[in-house]
């Protein structure tokens, strides 16, 4: 019983900023990366960035500079603040995570249902 639930995607016009949140709830025993992946349509699902529990970063490079993702550990949330926003990246944003639900088995990856972003005049 794990969830990761995204919010914060919307209609912007382009050069905007939006700020999207994830949670992850249900039986965590710890997380150790979350990340956010997109994809639109007619395209492959790409990676958009991720953070690790010890706060290393990775970026698509069609984001770096522009996006900014974090976490709150305690809280088990992870952003993505998504400045200079262009139309090329409108797509569903999916929240991902690697966990494990108890401290014996195996890290997991975990998906949410996703958030839509809309980058239009």
């Known amino acids: 019983q794990v969830q990761l639930v995204e919010s914060g995607g919307g209609l912007v016009q382009p050069g905007g900023s939006l700020r999207l949140s994830c949670a992850a709830s249900g039986s965590i025993f710890n997380i150790n990366a979350m990340g956010w992946y997109r994809q639109a349509p007619g395209k492959q699902r790409e990676l958009v960035a991720r953070?690790?529990?010890?706060?290393?970063?990775d970026y698509g490079a069609s984001v770096k500079g522009r996006f900014t993702i974090s976490r709150d550990n305690a809280k088990n949330m992870v952003y993505l603040q998504m400045n200079s926003l262009k139309p090329e990246d409108t797509a569903l944003y999916y929240c991902?995570?690697?966990?494990?639900?108890?401290?014996?088995?195996?890290?997991?990856?975990?998906w949410g249902q996703g958030t839509l972003v809309t980058v239009s005049s």
């Open positions: 991902n995570a690697v966990l494990r639900r108890y401290a014996y088995t195996d890290y997991q990856e975990y």
């Open positions: 953070i690790t529990s010890g706060s290393n970063t």
